[in-house]
């Protein structure tokens, strides 16, 4: 079982920057690929970026060449860097596994705020 805390959230203007960091317990974290997933409000949840556990990353269409994810097994972190933040990156932002590109069901930390406003 991976427990998940996320932090590093904040507000910030447009065209501002946000480093996430994603805090993973288990001894086995390192064989799971990882995803950083957001919400915003009234909306579904989606998958932002994901990780496999040898380090390849995929994202999604909105936020290609602003965002990169990065992990360290060795500490068992995640990390989301936000570049160029508009307005509708505005969501609660989560990490968690992710085994494939769907949305998983469980296993969900508390997320953390990403507010993006002049």
């Known amino acids: 079982q991976v427990q998940l805390v996320e932090s590093g959230g904040g507000l910030v203007q447009p065209g501002g920057s946000l480093r996430l960091s994603c805090a993973a317990s288990g001894s086995i974290f390192v064989i799971y690929a990882m995803g950083w997933y957001r919400q915003a409000p009234g909306k579904q949840r989606e998958l932002v970026a994901r990780?496999?556990?040898?380090?390849?990353?995929t994202y999604g269409d909105s936020v290609k060449g602003r965002f990169t994810i990065s992990r360290d097994n060795a500490k068992k972190m995640v990390y989301l860097q936000m570049n160029s933040l508009k307005l509708e990156d505005t969501a609660v932002y989560y990490c968690n596994r992710a085994p494939d590109y769907s949305v998983p069901k469980g296993g969900w930390g508390q997320g953390t705020q990403v507010t993006v406003s002049s």
């Open positions: 990780i496999s556990n040898g380090g390849s990353t």
